[in-house]
């Protein structure tokens, strides 16, 4: 059993950072990899970013090169940097754990999600 509880989320004008936290706990985390979702108002789950567990890196189309997702399995902890942030990256954000995949039906480990407004 994994259990998984982001952090990080919050208010902030277009064009800022904001970097969010997943700490992971249950003896077999560190095995799995980790991926960042976001869903917004009447809108689908969106995959966002994954890691492996040996640090390798895919992106979605809509946050390469100003998202950047990493992990710390040290301290069994995920992040996703977001820079660059604009107004339709408004959404709950979810980390995930399990297989190297981008569907979100695939993950049977979620957060509870947290809240990312990105308004002037």
């Keep these: 059993q994994v259990q998984l509880v982001e952090s990080g989320g919050g208010l902030v004008q277009p064009g800022g950072s904001l970097r ?10 560190s095995s ?12 689908e789950r969106e995959f966002l970013a994954l890691v492996g567990r040996t640090g ?14 990493s992990r710390d399995n ?6 996703l940097q977001m820079n660059s942030l604009k107004p339709e990256d408004t959404a709950v954000y979810y980390c995930a754990a ?4 981008t ?7 979620w957060g509870q999600g947290t809240q990312v407004t990105v308004s002037s």
Excluded: E, H, M
Excluded at 32 to 43: H, I, M, T, V
Excluded at 98 to 101: F, L, P, R
């Design 20 to 29: 969010l936290a997943c700490a992971a706990s249950g003896r077999t985390a």
């Design 32 to 43: 799995y990899a980790l991926s960042w979702f976001r869903q917004a108002p009447g809108k």
């Design 56 to 69: 390798s890196t895919y992106y979605a189309d809509s946050v390469k090169g100003r998202f950047a997702i």
């Design 74 to 79: 040290a301290k069994n902890t995920g992040y």
């Design 98 to 101: 399990g297989a190297v995949t």
């Design 103 to 109: 569907n979100a039906n695939d993950y049977a480990y």
